[in-house]
C-alpha cells in the first residue's frame, strides 16, 4: 500500500529563516507525490506535486521539494518564512486508484 | 469558477439523527471525491465518482454512508444512525479528467455529533 510519513507534528522557524517540512513515502508503483497546505478552518490547497520528469518541483508561495528515489523522501522547503506561511502542512501519495493517502500533517509556526 | 462549494460549513446534530451534506464541484470538472478529517488527522479517502458513476469506496464508508452524483453534477454525502465517532470534517474536491490529480478541495463540513 502507498503510504506517506511526516517527521515532526510541529516546527516552528524563525521569520526569514529557512522551512523545511520532512515527508517520506512508500509505494509500490512510480510515486505521484504532493504537498497541500491547510489553514485553519478550511479546505486544502495544493502547494505542488511530482509526477514524472524534473525532480525538483517548484511550486506557489516560494515553496519547492525534491522528489529523491534513492531515500523515498520528498521534503519540502522555502528559504525564507513569512508569518503567513503558518499552517498545516501535509503530503500525501497517490493509492489505489484516484485516492490520495494523507500523511498526519506537520503543523508550522511562524515566530517574529 | 467558483471553486468547489460545500453547504453546510457546520452541522451539529444528535446521536442517532441522520446528516445530509452537499457539495458543488468546479463544473467543468467530471471527478469527485470525498474525504474525512478528524482532529490531529490528515484527510482519510471515503470515495470517488467520475460523472455519476461512484467508482472506488474506502471500507471507512460503513453502511451507515451513502454518496451519491445525479446526473454527474452536484453530490450528497448523507450520514444515517449518526455517532459521536463521525464528528470530523468532510471535505470534497474535484478534479478534471485531464491532468493528473489535480485535485481542488472545498472548504468543508465540520460535523459535531452530541
Known amino acids: 500500500a502507498q503510504s506517506v510519513t511526516q517527521l515532526g507534528s510541529h516546527v516552528s522557524v524563525s521569520e526569514g529563516a529557512l522551512v523545511l517540512l520532512r515527508c517520506n513515502y512508500s509505494?509500490?508503483?512510480?510515486?505521484?507525490l504532493f504537498w497541500y497546505v491547510q489553514y485553519p478552518n478550511q479546505g486544502l490547497q495544493l502547494l505542488l506535486k511530482?509526477?514524472?520528469?524534473?525532480?525538483l518541483v517548484k511550486g506557489i508561495n516560494g515553496f519547492e521539494a525534491e522528489f529523491k528515489k534513492s531515500e523515498t523522501s520528498f521534503h519540502l522547503t522555502k528559504p525564507s518564512a513569512h508569518m503567513s506561511d503558518a499552517a498545516e502542512y501535509f503530503c500525501?501519495?497517490?493509492?489505489?486508484?484516484?485516492?490520495?493517502?494523507f500523511g498526519k500533517g506537520t503543523s508550522l509556526l511562524v515566530t517574529p | 469558477d467558483t471553486g468547489v462549494s460545500q453547504d453546510p460549513r457546520h452541522k451539529i446534530t444528535k446521536r442517532g439523527q441522520n446528516v445530509t451534506f452537499r457539495c458543488d464541484p468546479i463544473?467543468?470538472?467530471?471527478?469527485l471525491y470525498w474525504y474525512r478529517q478528524t482532529l490531529g488527522q490528515g484527510p482519510e479517502f471515503l470515495t470517488y465518482?467520475?460523472?455519476?458513476?461512484?467508482?472506488?469506496k474506502s471500507r471507512l464508508l460503513s453502511d451507515r454512508f451513502s454518496a451519491e452524483r445525479p446526473k454527474g453534477s452536484f453530490s450528497t454525502l448523507e450520514i444515517q444512525r449518526t455517532e459521536q465517532g463521525d464528528s470530523a470534517m468532510y471535505l470534497c474536491?474535484?478534479?478534471?479528467?485531464?491532468?493528473?490529480?489535480?485535485?481542488?478541495f472545498g472548504s468543508g463540513t465540520r460535523l459535531t455529533v452530541v
Open positions: 465518482f467520475q460523472n455519476e458513476a461512484q467508482l472506488e
Open positions: 509505494s509500490s508503483v512510480p510515486p505521484y
Open positions: 511530482y509526477t514524472t520528469g524534473a525532480t
Open positions: 474536491a474535484s478534479s478534471p479528467q485531464q491532468g493528473t490529480y489535480g485535485y481542488t
Open positions: 500525501a501519495v497517490r493509492g489505489t486508484g484516484y485516492a490520495l493517502n
Open positions: 463544473s467543468e470538472h467530471n471527478r
